[in-house]
Every structure is written in C-alpha cells, then in structure tokens.
Antibody, heavy 121, light 113 residues
C-alpha cells in the first residue's frame, strides 16, 4: 500500500526558513517523480515543484523559484522541500504527491494528508 | 502559464442523477506525438487525501467506480458522474501536466440536492 507522510510544517516568521519532509513507502521510490502541491485552507490547489525519480531534474513555478528547493534521498525513500525567505502568501497546507509515471509529465496518483505551514509574525 | 477554468463553481444534483463538470484550458494540452491529453481529474473530500479519478483526460484510475468518466480533447474537457451517490459529495479539480508550470482548475463543489 502506497503511503506518503509529510512532516515539518510549523509556524514561522516572515523571512524564515523551513524544511518539509515526505516519507514514502509501498512503492519503488526511486522509480517515480515526486511533486509538492500546496493549498490555502478552503481554497484551490497550487503546484509547487516536481523532481524526477533520479533527482537530476526539478522545476518550480515563478512564485517559489529561487526560494524553494526540492530534493530527495532515494536511500531513505524521502522527499524534501526546503523553503527559504518565506512570505505570508506561502501559508498553506503542503501536500506531497507521487507522479504516476517515471517522468515528470504525469498525473498525481497518490497524495499525502498534508502538513500546515503558517507564515506570520 | 496555462490557465485552467472550471464551471460551474458548484452544483447540487439529486441522488442518482447526472453531474457534469467542465474544465477549459487556455492552451491545448494535447501532445500530438502521442495523441494524449495531459489532463487529470481529482476528488477532494474533507480529511482525506486527494484522489486521482481520471488521467490522460479519459482513462479511469484503477478502483474508481465506472460512474466516473472523462472526455474532451485539446482545451475543453468534462468530468461526468453518471449517477450521483452520497459518497461523491466533494470538490473536483482538473489539472494540466502538459506545460510547466503545471496548473489546476479552481475546483467545483458537488453537493446533493
């Protein structure tokens, strides 16, 4: 059974940093691209980043480019999101999601429960 | 960026009746080389992980009831629930994964009338 468990969400001040983790199990982690998606509570979904299975390719939207870094440790079956220079508008629930295929251009077939990041002074 | 729009914002349908949700992309998400539309549909219920329903615009994910179906190509897509059940009350999102940055529609809330 595929499981994705996010952790690391917290209340942080504007300008601060945070690292989210996503522990994966139930599938061959290194064979699949992984993604982060966020959602302001009660609002819609925003794609945040994606990384290939090997970790050699990653992409971001302009809203987080240069501030967020996705990474993975395939030996630990864990995905990370390093978030720097956090802003109030980064406040959201952050979901880890598995891409259905081995390349980044795929739908997201499994999602975690999410971890809440709040940016406020 | 590819802008995804959905209509309606919300709808209420009687049990057993058909629910139809539309999704439109600002650019085509059809890849001519493989003739696939890079469009997925997800269901979100409170307290549960998001669930993939449909990918490649019309391929039903394993385990998804066959009352859910997807159709469309290019820029216009539809998710149809042929006979609404109580457990289908949720918010539904479309998602294009053809062009970076990947984008989602704003969601459509489905309720029971």
């Amino acid at each position: 059974e595929v499981q994705l468990l996010e952790s690391g969400g917290a209340l942080v001040q504007p300008g601060g940093s945070l690292r989210l983790s996503c522990a994966a199990s139930g599938f061959t982690f290194s064979s699949y691209a992984m993604s982060w998606v966020r959602q302001v509570p009660g609002r819609g979904l925003e794609w945040v980043s994606v990384m290939s299975g090997s970790g050699d390719t990653s992409h971001y939207p302009e809203s987080v480019k240069g501030r967020f870094t996705i990474s993975r440790d395939n030996s630990k079956n864990t995905l990370y999101l390093q978030m720097n220079s956090l802003r109030a508008e980064d406040t959201a629930i952050y979901y880890c999601a598995k891409v259905k295929h081995d390349h980044i251009w795929g739908s997201l077939d499994y999602w975690g429960q999410g971890t809440l990041v709040s940016v406020s002074s | 960026d590819v802008v995804m729009t959905q209509s309606p914002d919300s709808l209420a349908v009687s049990l057993g009746e058909r629910a139809t949700i539309n999704c439109k992309s600002s650019q085509s998400v059809l890849y001519s080389s493989n003739n696939k539309n890079y469009l997925a549909w997800y269901q979100q219920k409170p307290g549960q992980p998001l669930k993939l329903l449909i990918y490649w615009a019309s391929t039903r994910e394993s385990g998804v009831p066959d009352r859910f179906s997807g159709s469309g190509s290019g820029t216009d897509f539809t998710l149809t629930i042929s006979s609404l059940q109580a457990e289908d009350v949720a918010v539904y999102y479309c998602h294009q994964y053809y062009t970076l940055p990947f984008t989602f529609g704003p969601g459509t809330k489905v309720d029971i009338k």
